[in-house]
């Protein structure tokens, strides 16, 4: 069995043939008290499956038929793979958009990361456990070579191989271990306010705010924001607090919140806001921009303003629900007030959706208004 990269090039088919029955026929315990071999941690997480799995992908990634790899795998593993396990694999690979594929590949597959469940990830925290983690690297190396003998077999000479992102994944995962503790994220920032009350009926009025909230972390989107706003009448007794939560604002932005609300009892002589992310996730690129809210108007009406518009996505997948915050500003930028629309239609990718928003409050001085959309971003991510 070869050991070392510069030898695994050019090999014959029945070298390579040997070197991966071999392979799959060691054992690697490292964990001498509790004897966990990592070739068979458990029946669905073992090495048989992910070399099987691993063997497979890159045969395919090196435009091998999979008829063809399925004929060199059985003749090379004959002795040492049961036949049971093969046939599983194969069936998956003749539909990679089956679930069950799916399932594999997240447990076999070349890009893992800690805590995922995947095999590697799973070998790893063993290693971490029992202080082996030289062991498990020395497994990987040996895995990898074995692949490289295949996916250089012969004259071969692939510009990339399959094989080799197992290394780069395993190297990210330690990295992640080694690196010096993330500093504390900054708190979140308010950075403007204003608002503008409507005509008072009895002791009830309408009064619309809008909030500018600052992400100042270049680094990091803010999960779960929320906003508290306390309103003061002209004594400093608080009127009432307006509580609203955002799923997730973007790194190094401001987000525009806006809210128009019944206020029952004292005239608002004063306003505060506070903003609280409840977590952080590394983000270095924004992701919440890409929706974008085109020719839009605002409009007086008997009773406020009205803003329309049309939302378009620049997605490349469907979002199941969405919130529109806007702000009305003067001129000079000041906040005159805001609201929001809630949007429950399913925004297709690249769709659209027509916007109409009338806020019952008569705004004086409108000059222009911004606006930010908020919704879940991790339906951009799931599968």
């Known amino acids: 069995m070869e050991t070392e990269f510069q030898n695994a090039v050019g090999k014959s088919m029945g070298e390579v043939a040997r070197d991966v029955s071999e392979f799959l026929s060691c054992s690697c315990v490292i964990h001498p008290e509790k004897k966990v071999d990592l070739a068979a941690l458990l029946p669905d997480l073992n090495m048989t499956e992910q070399f099987t799995f691993a063997f497979l992908s890159e045969a395919l990634a090196q435009g091998m038929s999979l008829d063809a790899a399925e004929s060199f795998y059985r003749h090379a593993v004959a002795t040492v793979v049961d036949e049971a396990v093969i046939d599983e694999m194969v069936s ?8 069950t594929y799916r399932t594999l590949e997240r447990k076999y597959g070349n890009r893992f990361s800690m805590l995922d469940g995947s095999y590697w990830a799973t070998c790893l925290a063993i290693g971490i456990d029992a202080n082996e983690v030289g062991g ?18 012969g004259d071969r000479n692939p510009g990339a191989t399959y094989a080799w992102n197992y290394y780069e994944s395993f190297r990210a995962m330690l990295d992640e271990l080694t690196a010096p503790p993330d500093a504390t994220p900054l708190p979140l920032k308010v950075r403007a306010l204003g608002g503008t009350a409507g005509k008072r009926n009895g002791d009830v009025y309408m009064l619309s705010l809008g909030v500018d909230i600052e992400n100042p972390n270049p680094d990091r989107m803010a999960r779960g924001v929320g906003i508290d706003i306390t309103l003061k009448d002209k004594n400093g007794s608080v009127i009432t607090v307006i509580k609203d939560q955002i799923q997730s604002i973007d790194p190094g932005t401001v987000y525009h919140y806006g ?22 996730l590394k983000l270095s690129t924004p992701i919440m921009k890409h929706v974008k809210l085109s020719n839009l108007r605002l409009s007086k009406h008997p009773n406020g303003v009205r803003l329309c518009g049309t939302l378009n ?23 005159l ?12 990718a690249g769709g659209e959706l027509e916007i109409s928003s009338a806020v019952p409050v008569s705004i ?6 911004v606006y930010s959309v908020d919704f879940d971003a991790m339906e951009l991510i799931k599968e």
Not at 314 to 328: A, G, I, K
Not at 337 to 347: H, I
Not at 364 to 369: C, E, I, R
Request: glycine fraction near 6%; include cysteine; proline fraction near 1%.
């Open 92 to 99: 998956a690979f003749s539909n990679r958009n089956g679930e």
């Open 136 to 153: 498990v690297l020395q497994y990987l190396r040996l895995f990898i070579v074995c692949l490289m003998e295949f996916a250089y077999m």
């Open 259 to 280: 809210v128009t609300r019944k206020i029952r009892g004292a005239a608002t002589a004063g306003l505060s806001a506070k903003a609280r992310a409840s977590a952080f």
């Open 313 to 335: 996505s620049e997605y490349d997948r469907p979002l199941r629900s969405m919130t529109l915050h806007y702000h009305f500003l003067s001129a000079d930028n000041k906040i």
């Open 337 to 348: 007030g805001g609201s929001n629309e809630w949007l429950f239609d399913r925004m297709q």
């Open 364 to 369: 004086a001085n409108t000059a222009k208004a």
